[in-house]
C-alpha cells in the first residue's frame, strides 16, 4: 500500500496533475458474518477486522479505505474526520437489498460520515433512473 500511494504521488507529480485517491478496500459488502468467519476463515467481528486495515491504509499513505456503512463510524473515529470512505452498499428506503448484506440508506450513511455513496442498481435497474436519484438525494437531505 506505501508503495502504491508512494508511486502515485510521483507519477501525478511528473506528469503535472493533481494526485488520484489511493483507496484499499476492506470486506466486501456481500459478505456477512458468516461468510466472513466460516468461508474466509478469519475470526472476530468484520468491524474490528475493518478497522485495523483502515489503520493500516491510513499508516501506509492510502487517502481511505471502501467498506461497507456498517464500518463507517468505527472507521471514522479510528482514522479521523479527513480519512476518505467510500461506501457501497447503499440502498434507499423500500428498495431491495440484492446480494448486498451489509447496507444502510443514503441518509443514514452520511450522518454517519462515508465521503463518498456508491449507489448502483437501485439507480441502473430503476424504471426511471432520474427519478430514482432525485428520490435518493431526497432521502439524503440534498
Not at 467481528?45 to 491504509?57: C, H, N
Not at 448486498?100 to 452520511?110: H, I, S, W
Request: a negative charge; charged letters at 20%.
Amino acid at each position: 500500500m506505501r508503495a502504491a500511494a508512494r508511486a502515485a504521488h510521483d507519477e501525478a507529480e511528473k506528469a503535472g496533475t493533481v494526485c488520484p485517491l489511493v483507496v484499499a478496500v476492506t470486506v466486501l459488502t456481500s459478505i456477512d458474518q458468516a461468510v466472513f468467519g466460516l468461508e474466509m476463515g478469519y475470526n472476530g467481528a468484520i468491524t474490528d477486522r475493518v478497522v485495523a486495515w483502515a489503520r493500516l491504509a491510513k499508516e501506509a499513505g492510502l487517502d481511505g479505505v471502501v467498506a461497507s456503512p456498517l464500518e463507517i463510524a468505527a472507521i471514522r473515529e479510528a482514522c479521523g474526520p479527513g480519512f476518505i470512505i467510500i461506501t457501497p452498499g447503499i440502498r434507499p428506503a423500500g428498495t431491495a437489498a440484492n446480494d448486498q448484506k451489509r447496507t444502510l440508506t443514503p441518509g443514514e450513511a452520511l450522518k454517519l460520515g462515508a465521503t463518498y455513496l456508491v449507489i448502483g442498481r437501485p439507480i441502473t435497474a430503476a424504471p426511471d433512473p432520474i427519478k430514482a436519484i432525485i428520490n435518493i438525494l431526497e432521502e439524503a437531505g440534498s
